[in-house]
């Protein structure tokens, strides 16, 4: 059974600071990983993506991933409360027929 | 550029009655994905088509639960004989491309209640 893990929080961060979150994941050929974001009663928002190993830059969300530990994180820097939601991390199947989703994390971001 | 669009946004069915979801792909997608989600719980892969085919059914309930994405028109994901466990958010997913480098973007849901 191939799992995607994260640690469901609720992980509290103050304002301007930085929020790490972080996922595991067990197929070693996955070659593609994506964060999605999902604010409460709304369908996921696609944030990040990422299929190299190292980082991925974009505006105040970095991703970093190490495909030897079988790891990847998202980096969100300048925290602001729109930023609480939860975020989803999804890695593809390496039979290539679908994404399988983390059960998310819960972000707080307090004032 | 619409986005991935799903109707209804809401529905409700009794025990024992037919719900038919409809997804209509981003312009130039021809990958679509239908996902459920319970309350507090992740997104379950159910199925994974491309235009007239199946390609990946493995999330999909043996019985009662089918999909399809005709040549022309929505992706249709059909549940007969409803019962209050098919209770859920209904989401689907539209790709250009198909994994392994496939971003996939989500419609706003369908959420199913069964009375």
């Known amino acids: 059974q191939k799992e995607v893990e994260q640690n469901s929080g609720p992980l509290s961060v103050p304002e301007g600071a930085i929020a790490s979150l972080n996922c595991t994941y067990s197929d070693r050929g996955s070659q593609s990983f994506f964060w999605y974001r999902q604010y409460s009663g709304k369908s996921p928002e696609l944030i990040m993506f990422i299929y190299s190993n190292g980082d991925k830059e974009d505006g105040r969300f970095t991703a970093q991933l190490n495909k030897a530990s079988q790891y990847v994180s998202l980096l969100i820097r300048d925290s602001q409360p729109s930023d609480s939601a939860t975020y989803l991390c999804a890695v593809g199947d390496s039979s290539a027929s679908k994404i399988i989703f983390g059960s998310g994390t819960r972000l707080s971001i307090r004032p | 550029n619409a986005g991935v669009m799903q109707n209804p946004r809401h529905l409700v069915r009794r025990r024992g009655q037919e719900a038919r979801l409809r997804c209509s792909p981003m312009k130039g997608h021809s990958h679509v994905y239908w996902y459920r989600q319970l309350p507090e719980e992740g997104l379950k892969f159910m199925v994974y088509l491309q235009k007239e085919n199946i390609i990946d059914e493995s999330g999909m309930p043996k019985e009662r639960f089918s999909a399809e994405f005709p040549k022309e028109g929505p992706s249709i994901l059909r549940i007969q004989q409803v019962v209050r466990g098919d209770s859920a958010a209904y989401f689907c997913?539209?790709?250009?491309?198909?994994?392994?480098?496939?971003?996939?973007?989500f419609g706003p849901g369908t959420r199913l209640t069964v009375l």
């Open positions: 997913a539209s790709s250009p491309r198909g994994l392994p480098y496939n971003e996939q973007f």
